[in-house]
């Protein structure tokens, strides 16, 4: 069974930066396609960040140029840089594979609360 373990989160000012980092076991972690997701209260989770297997990435529009997703294949860790942080970006990040079905996904790990407030 995968299990992920997100952590980095906590409080930062706007214009801040945080980096996130996510364990992955129970799995080939080199083989797939990790990404970054975001829950907003009320709201449907979201990826923001996403890196296939051979280190090509992708981002969502609003956090291109600001969030930088890397993966070390040692570590089976996946990581996601956060510079330029503003109010908008507050939720809970969570990380898991990316572009897969709902039946595809891991079961999703307890995910890192980032708060961008002043």
């Known amino acids: 069974q995968v299990r992920l373990v997100e952590s980095g989160g906590g409080l930062v000012q706007p214009g801040g930066s945080l980096r996130l980092s996510c364990a992955v076991s129970?799995?080939?972690?080199?083989?797939?396609?990790m990404g970054w997701y975001r829950q907003l209260p009320g709201k449907q989770r979201e990826l923001v960040a996403g890196?296939?297997?051979?280190?090509?990435?992708h981002y969502l529009g609003s956090v291109k140029g600001r969030f930088t997703i890397s993966r070390d294949n040692a570590k089976n860790t996946v990581y996601l840089q956060m510079n330029s942080l503003k109010p908008e970006d507050t939720a809970v990040y969570y990380c898991?594979?990316?572009?897969?079905?709902?039946?595809?996904?891991?079961?999703w790990g307890q995910g890192t609360q980032v708060t961008v407030s002043s």
């Open positions: 898991n594979r990316a572009w897969a079905t709902q039946m595809d996904l891991w079961t």
């Open positions: 129970g799995s080939i972690f080199s083989n797939y396609a």
């Open positions: 890196i296939t297997n051979g280190g090509i990435t």
